[in-house]
């Protein structure tokens, strides 16, 4: 039987994890000029569509022993797909340097939308456990 004590340590270290890219987002948001609410709008949408769907099928089909490696196999995925293209705009475009304030916010503010219609909106069995 897992320790609760850890499930909620982990919790809570999500959750100040969240919130410094919360933190960070906002304030990068706030301090650009001129604010990029279309990129900001377009990056909460697209988020919003993408991940909660792939979560709440991932949950629903995938067995929660595979969840974690999956979870660390897109993870890797998705740090080395920004890394290629990072390097990519940097050296062909660096005009169209693709993070930026809006891409942060919006993500954010995509995920807390997903977060907020799996609490309220999302059958009890289609759920995810401690989040």
Do not use: H
């Not at 919360?22 to 990029?36: D, K, N």
């Not at 999302?122 to 995810?128: I, L, Q, T």
């Amino acid at each position: 039987m897992p320790s609760e004590t850890v499930s909620a340590r982990l919790r809570v270290a999500r959750y100040v994890a969240f919130g410094g890219v919360i933190l960070l987002a906002t304030g990068q948001f706030y301090a650009a000029e001129p604010r990029p609410w279309g990129a900001a709008a377009a990056w909460a949408v697209g988020t919003a569509l993408v991940f909660g769907p792939v979560a709440w099928l991932a949950r629903a089909r995938v067995p929660e022993e595979r969840r974690e490696t999956l979870t660390y196999v897109a993870a890797g995925v998705g740090i080395l797909t920004a890394s290629v293209c990072l390097g990519v705009s940097l050296a062909f475009a660096p005009a169209l340097f693709p993070y930026g304030p809006g891409v942060w916010a919006g993500a954010t503010l995509g995920v807390l939308v997903a977060l907020l219609a799996e609490r309220t909106v999302v059958p009890e069995r289609m759920r995810g456990a401690g989040v």
